[in-house]
């Protein structure tokens, strides 16, 4: 069973920079897929980044290399680096992980494929 505590939200101007922390609790965090989601007002979750349990990482498209997903499996936290921000990535931000390990191309940025997910944090751009 994994614990997530998503922390480091905020109001940013256009432009500006966040980085979103996810401290996990639980023997499962090494060994599981990690992804950040979001939530617009008003829109349903999507995927923003994820990580698998051999630190390879996909990003939805609108990311445009402006985001950074990493872990530290020795902290047990994932983090989710933003610059660039625009006011489209104002969201509910989630921290999400998964039992399995690896996630094929059509399950990484799917929610119900995630056992595990934090109460979020607000982006305000």
């Known amino acids: 069973h994994v614990q997530l505590v998503e922390s480091g939200g905020g109001s940013v101007q256009a432009g500006g920079s966040l980085t979103l922390s996810c401290a996990a609790s639980g023997s499962t965090f090494a060994s599981s897929s990690l992804a950040w989601f979001r939530q617009p007002p008003g829109k349903e979750r999507e995927g923003v980044a994820y990580?698998?349990?051999?630190?390879?990482?996909v990003y939805n498209d609108f990311v445009e290399g402006r985001f950074t997903i990493s872990k530290d499996s020795a902290k047990n936290t994932l983090y989710l680096q933003m610059s660039a921000l625009k006011p489209e990535d104002t969201a509910m931000y989630y921290c999400?992980?998964?039992?399995?390990?690896?996630?094929?191309?059509?399950?990484?940025?799917?929610?119900?494929?995630?056992?595990?997910w934090g109460q979020g944090t607000q982006v305000t751009v």
């Open positions: 990580i698998d349990n051999t630190g390879g990482t």
């Open positions: 999400a992980a998964s039992d399995t390990g690896f996630l094929g191309i059509l399950f990484r940025f799917l929610v119900p494929a995630y056992q595990y």
